[in-house]
């Protein structure tokens, strides 16, 4: 009963190809977010959306791009990939603030392990 | 935009001994604050937050704290057992719209925390 799916889990890539990550959630929340993590450097913002139309920027988006294609589905893109990508993919949903406070309570996907070699 | 600093990174305590994670932030905007829990090879899952109009927050064994004039947070863990072991992050962010910091979350860098029996 996974509500945010990703996938793939694992993944081995050659240095300069293309791969798409892909991730499709089931919470009904609008935003969607992107992060990679990497040991000592927690988790790094690539790229979020707060709904279909809306595609944002975060820390560290040079060398990637996203899709938003459904409210449930936001695609990840390594359009040349290079050996420093190599890391653990997030995909993160939440909610919209709710009255009277905000609740940013994220819900993480499993994570894609990606190796770029 | 925000930044978000973390420490120990590392820190090991004896079972039943008690465990303080320690974050700063630097966007005095920030009015949200989670903290997450990230099991080995797991995805991180919220354990607590707090919102600026607290300064604590409980929850049976974590406590969190919050000191806006400083603009520190703190996770407490008392009585820690082995299956406390695990990764913890801070993150912040301004959960009302206006600011460069908002609707997205923060990171800290990560703390592995290691409960010896």
């Known amino acids: 009963d996974a509500d945010v799916t990703q996938t793939p889990r694992n993944r081995i890539t050659k240095t300069g190809k293309r791969i798409m990550l892909e991730c499709s959630q089931t919470?009904?929340?609008?935003?969607m977010y992107w992060y990679r993590q990497d040991p000592g450097l927690g988790l790094r913002l690539i790229y979020y959306?707060?709904?279909?139309?809306?595609?944002n920027k975060g820390e560290i988006s040079d060398g990637y791009s996203v899709s938003r294609q459904a409210q449930a589905k936001f695609s990840l893109s390594l359009e040349s990939a290079i050996p420093n990508q190599t890391a653990l993919y997030f995909c993160?949903?939440?909610?919209?603030?709710?009255?009277?406070?905000?609740?940013?309570?994220?819900?993480f996907g499993s994570g894609t392990r990606l190796t770029v070699v | 935009g925000e930044n978000v600093e973390q420490h120990p990174s590392t820190l090991s305590v004896q079972e039943g001994d008690s465990a303080v994670i320690k974050c700063t932030y630097s966007?005095?905007?920030?009015?949200?604050f989670p903290w997450y829990k990230q099991e080995l090879g797991k995805r991180p899952q919220l354990i607590i937050d707090?919102?600026?109009?607290?300064g604590e927050k409980k929850d049976q064994r974590i406590a969190v704290t919050l000191n806006k004039t400083a603009k520190h947070f703190s996770l407490h863990i008392t009585e820690t057992q082995p299956e406390d072991s695990a990764v913890y992050f801070c993150?912040?962010?301004?959960?009302?719209?206006?600011?460069?910091?908002?609707?997205?979350?923060?990171f800290g860098q990560g703390t592995i925390l290691t409960v010896h029996p």
């Open positions: 993160a949903t939440s909610d919209h603030p709710g009255t009277g406070g905000m609740n940013y309570g994220y819900t």
């Open positions: 919470k009904g929340h609008d935003r």
């Open positions: 959306s707060f709904d279909v139309k809306d595609i």
């Open positions: 966007d005095s905007a920030s009015n949200y």
């Open positions: 707090i919102r600026s109009n607290v």
């Open positions: 993150a912040a962010t301004q959960a009302n719209a206006g600011g460069t910091s908002y609707g997205k979350l923060t």
